[in-house]
């Protein structure tokens, strides 16, 4: 949100098998926010259960000029990406690797993150690829806040973010 107004949605299932944990999201802006800019998203990724790391990613985002589509491919903490947008760009897309490594998409870098046995003080700093560009994101925790779920309050860890663009 917005300072309190509900700027977008998004629905998410997770599931599971032996080997891998899956996502599948859709979502986009709404209300007032949609007015002054209009997205919708459709994401689709894949992790290694027990490394946590990216097997496979696919994002579609659809902008009201544009729709633009990452697919991403991981082995062994090595990331392919594929960056397509309708109407095409002058260049014509092509597989790229991302330079930089151990690094994960944004799903499985959050599975990484809840992984963590994090206590008040605790940094986690991992690289992250959530399409584009890898950032650096040092992730660190600083206390507990109450928050309100389904009629129920709940403690939450509260984090703060730091996030750094690599180049490459």
């Not at 007015?35 to 990613?57: C, M, P």
């Not at 090595?78 to 260049?91: D, E, I, Q």
């Amino acid at each position: 949100g917005w300072s309190e107004i509900e700027a977008a949605r998004v629905k998410a299932q997770v599931s599971y098998d032996d080997q891998r944990v899956f996502l599948h999201a859709t979502g986009g802006t709404e209300g007032w926010a949609r007015t002054l800019y209009q997205l919708d998203i459709v994401f689709s990724g894949e992790a290694d259960r027990s490394s946590l790391e990216t097997i496979s990613s696919e994002l579609e985002e659809r902008y009201i000029d544009r729709t633009v589509t990452e697919r991403v491919t991981g082995e062994g903490g090595v990331l392919r990406s594929f960056r397509a947008t309708n109407p095409p760009g002058k260049n014509p897309p092509k597989w790229k690797p991302v330079k930089v490594s151990p690094i994960r998409d944004l799903w499985a870098a959050m599975l990484y993150l809840r992984s963590q046995p994090l206590a008040i003080g605790d940094t986690v700093r991992t690289l992250v690829f959530p399409g584009g560009s890898p950032y650096l994101v040092d992730i660190i925790s600083v206390g507990v806040e109450p928050l309100d779920v389904l009629g129920s309050r709940i403690d939450a860890l509260k984090l703060d973010v730091k996030i750094q663009h690599v180049n490459t």
